[in-house]
């Protein structure tokens, strides 16, 4: 089993930034690669971005591509991912996923392991 933890969530105003973290313990070396997703009230679950866990390649949803940066710290077992310019659409928990199968993917069902998630709140 893998177990997930994120932080970094907040408040925080429009234009502004933060980083989320998003620790990984257990058997991480099941661990393919990773993804943040994020989810609106409201809304479905969407994704974010998706890391390979060896290579650090990366890949983003067309509409984050520019503000949101992935990386992860291997060392430290520890994903993250640093927001810039956010904005009240931006609100929503954002979730952590990991992945035993192919990195490069989008798709909630291919992510076995989740976080519980972290708030973030813009306000305008």
């Known amino acids: 089993q893998v177990e997930l933890v994120e932080s970094g969530g907040g408040l925080v105003q429009t234009g502004g930034s933060l980083r989320l973290s998003c620790a990984a313990s257990?058997?991480?070396?099941?661990?393919?690669?990773m993804g943040w997703f994020r989810q609106a009230p409201g809304k479905e679950r969407e994704f974010v971005a998706a890391?390979?866990?060896?290579?650090?390649?990366?890949y983003y949803a067309d509409s984050m591509k520019g503000r949101f940066t992935v990386s992860r710290d291997n060392a430290k077992n520890t994903m993250y991912l640093q927001m810039y310019t956010l904005n009240p659409e931006d609100t929503a928990v954002y979730y952590c996923?990991?992945?035993?199968?192919?990195?490069?993917?989008?798709?909630?069902?291919?992510?076995?392991?989740w976080g519980q998630g972290t708030q973030v709140t813009v306000s305008s």
């Open positions: 890391i390979s866990w060896s290579g650090g390649f990366t």
């Open positions: 257990g058997r991480t070396f099941r661990i393919n690669g």
């Open positions: 996923a990991a992945t035993s199968r192919g990195w490069r993917t989008s798709l909630i069902s291919e992510y076995a392991f």
